[in-house]
């Protein structure tokens, strides 16, 4: 499923859904996961580089680049561990803030497998709930609604801390869940996870939700 991150919203449309479309702040670049993983990093670092200031010590720069480097790559590859189709970072600064991973919006699918057509029919917002929720995650806050037209359920949960798997920190995590139109077996993921300013139900964390929120109510599907 392709994606533009910058576009304007299109209509309804009619027809398969081919991608989606998300509006986000320039300070925000999209990482695709399946091709062009290497060009897209490249760029990004390479622009984040531009950015070190000429009278920076130059004993500093190069462990500087490398530290950068290795982060971002790291960031970048957990994400394709979970089978994800683009990667979203925020990878310019805002002011006087530096190169800042505390925030990401990682976006995947899933295909169900394939129904018997003589089972009764699973209403697809069990379905959504039961795929929101088959990791355990027992105190996520759920509801539902729709996307730009079709069936979303939302979660929204605290991750706690996994050193063990490089979580170092608690996070702030919001997923919507979103039926694919006219192709039932097959669901849109949108995961977001901050740390905020360092607790995930800080005052940073709360106003990066609703921000979320904000830039989901923009998506809009592309048809082919």
Do not use: C
Not at 119 to 129: D, G, K, M, N, Y
Not at 134 to 157: F, I, K, M, T
């Amino acid at each position: 499923m392709a994606a533009e991150q910058k576009a304007a919203a299109v209509g309804q449309g009619t027809g398969p859904a081919t991608g989606y479309r998300l509006l986000l702040p320039s300070q925000w670049a999209q990482i695709p996961l399946r091709r062009g993983t290497d060009e897209a990093i490249e760029r990004i670092l390479q622009d984040a580089y531009a950015r070190i200031p000429a009278d920076a010590p130059r004993d500093k720069i190069g462990p500087y680049k490398q530290e950068l480097a290795r982060r971002f790559r790291k960031a970048v590859a957990g994400a394709q561990e979970h089978k994800g189709l683009d990667l979203y970072l925020p990878v310019r600064p805002v002011g006087d803030d530096d190169f800042n991973l505390g925030a990401s919006i990682l976006v995947a699918e899933t295909v169900l497998p394939v129904r018997d057509s003589s089972a009764s029919q699973t209403p697809p917002s069990e379905i959504a709930v039961q795929l929101l929720t088959r990791d355990g995650a027992g105190e996520a806050d759920l509801s539902s609604g729709e996307v730009d037209g079709a069936l979303a359920v939302r979660r929204e949960h605290v991750a706690a801390a996994a050193p063990d798997k490089g979580l170092v920190a608690a996070s702030r995590r919001v997923e919507y869940i979103v039926s694919v139109p006219e192709d039932p077996d097959r669901w849109f993921i949108a995961a977001f996870s901050t740390i905020g300013g360092g607790d995930p139900r800080d005052e940073l964390s709360e106003a990066l939700v609703e921000w979320f929120d904000a830039v989901m109510a923009t998506f809009r599907w592309r048809r082919g």
